[in-house]
């Protein structure tokens, strides 16, 4: 016979027992900045349910305040591209090992379902997931209310068990108004104590794409922090942006520690190219759109850079020259080989962004078209927003990068590869490409994977992240003429 288990999610597979930060994630993410202002107002009346022994009503609260008037696709969305990364950094690995190890897994949460059920299935591989079910209206909008007020969650799990079975295990805190426990033959309550030597165990699938602003997980006091940090970040990002753009390239290293940036550079960079010799090919890692910009800064030169899909606004901000792909492989590599024989250029042949430690497939084209390829690790740290977005306005990626208190770059040269590491030796393409990302990934610490862009953008937005070449035309014509009023100003 199987055996089976039934545990509660938080407070049990999570460490933390209290839902609102998540909460504070759907109003942040979902809706606006003034939701997550009103929720973290909530928090004190909230709390004070809780302490009085009416931790439902709390929890009614924050999920009105959260979804009311949300499309529900919205919180689709989040749940899918924004909540796995902070459920996956708060398992505990004790209750883990426990759940992972019985053949038939049941999670328990009184958290609306929708914000749950795509982690615990595919990242504690869950069989299935018993939460309240939000109320939604004809129009696809949240109501903010869940339907029979928790009530029907021990009858939905004892629907899931014939009536001569029960399950085996449940876990799960006592204190829990849910009686789920009295269904099952054993009971266990965190704490737990586990063999430590289970290395044999399947750890949770990890958590490789992930979109939101957000990096830390909002706390009440982490989400009070933000906000109070907001309007100086905005000033000072301000500031970091005008400087950026109006002092030569050579300064803005010396400069940026006065405004709390820092660049570390490993590693010797080669010299420019000479006017007689093709351009040296840097591929970098490819962290935020903000990559090729602090290569060049670090070289103290312009490199131009190879876009694959970004906005005719970006590139008009761009202070460095791009060149944009079409995709169609002959045309491109006629565009990178013209650019070479010009002089150097940077390519991220991930052809997007990944904020965790993992590395993308690596397109094959750069190492067919030279053999004067230099690796760079770029990796960047912040502490309170992310420079990336897949679903949002990616205009906002720079400003969000420098809105941070310290933002940081660590930019680590490689040697340029050896003739024998190249096409030029007989290698192919795939070979030369695959190897370069080995070297890369083991500079950071990070993994390799075959993920694409389009992998990651079907899981974060639904859609292949092909940027229309007319996307924001209309934007980019208005902020032209901004930015020629702005040039007759400075001179």
């Known amino acids: 016979m199987d055996s089976s288990i039934v545990c509660e999610l938080e407070g049990t597979l999570l460490k933390d027992q209290d839902p609102f930060s998540y909460f504070m994630l759907i109003a942040f993410e979902a809706s606006s900045l003034i939701r997550f202002a009103i929720l973290l107002m909530l ?10 022994g009416q931790k439902d009503k709390g929890l009614k609260l924050m999920i009105f305040v959260a979804t009311i008037g949300v499309k529900i696709s919205e919180i689709e969305v989040v749940a899918r591209a924004v909540l796995p990364k902070f459920y996956f950094d708060d398992i505990d690995m004790k209750s883990w090992r426990i759940f992972s190890s019985f053949d038939k897994r049941i999670v328990v949460t009184k958290i609306p379902r929708i914000m749950v059920e795509r982690f615990v299935k595919e990242h504690l591989r869950a069989d299935d997931v018993i939460g309240s079910e939000l109320v939604v209206n004809n129009s696809g909008f949240a109501t903010g209310f869940v339907k029979d007020d928790f009530d029907s969650i021990l009858e939905r799990v004892g629907a899931l068990f014939d009536g001569e079975t029960q399950p085996s295990l449940g876990l799960g805190r006592p204190q829990n108004g849910s009686s789920f426990l009295s269904l099952c033959k054993e009971q266990l309550h965190p704490p737990f104590m586990t063999n430590k030597n289970q290395d044999h165990i399947i750890k949770p699938l990890p958590v490789i794409f992930h979109d939101g602003r957000l990096v830390k997980r909002p706390t009440p006091s982490i989400a009070l922090l933000i906000l109070l ?64 910009v602090v290569l060049s800064t670090v070289l103290q030169r312009r490199i131009p850079a190879v876009t694959y899909s970004i906005s005719r606004l970006s590139e008009i901000l761009s202070p460095i020259p791009t060149v944009r792909l079409t995709r169609i492989r002959e045309v491109d590599a006629q565009k990178i080989k013209r650019q070479l024989e010009k002089g ?69 040269f490689l040697n340029q590869l050896p003739v024998e590491a190249t096409c030029s030796s007989g290698k192919s393409p795939h070979d030369v490409a695959n190897y370069v990302q080995r070297i890369l990934a083991a500079t950071l610490g990070f993994e390799c994977t075959n993920f694409t862009r389009k992998d990651k953008y079907r899981v974060l937005a639904g859609n292949d992240g092909i940027v229309s070449q007319n996307s924001g035309t209309n934007l980019a014509n208005k902020f032209n003429k901004v930015v020629a009023t702005f040039k007759l100003f400075i001179h």
Do not use: Q
Request: charged residues 15%; proline residues 11%.
């Open 229 to 292: 940090w907001i309007p100086f970040g905005i000033i000072l990002a301000t500031i970091r942006i005008i400087i950026g753009l109006m002092l030569p390239l050579w300064i803005v290293p010396y400069l940026a520690p006065l405004f709390g940036g820092k660049v570390i550079v490993k590693g010797k960079p080669p010299p420019p190219a000479s006017t007689t010799n093709s351009g040296v090919l840097f591929v970098c890692t490819h962290r935020t759109l903000l990559d090729p």
């Open 344 to 412: 150097d250029l940077v390519v991220c042949p991930e052809g997007t962004t990944c904020r965790e430690p993992f590395l993308l497939r690596f397109s094959a084209l750069f190492a067919e078209l030279t053999d004067k390829i230099v690796p760079v690790a770029m990796n960047y740290r912040v502490g309170f927003f992310h420079a990336t977005t897949a679903r949002g306005w990616k205009g906002m990626d720079p400003i969000f990068f420098f809105m941070n208190p310290r933002p940081m770059y660590e930019v680590t």
């Open 43 to 52: 928090w004190p009346l909230i709390k004070f349910l809780g302490i009085c």
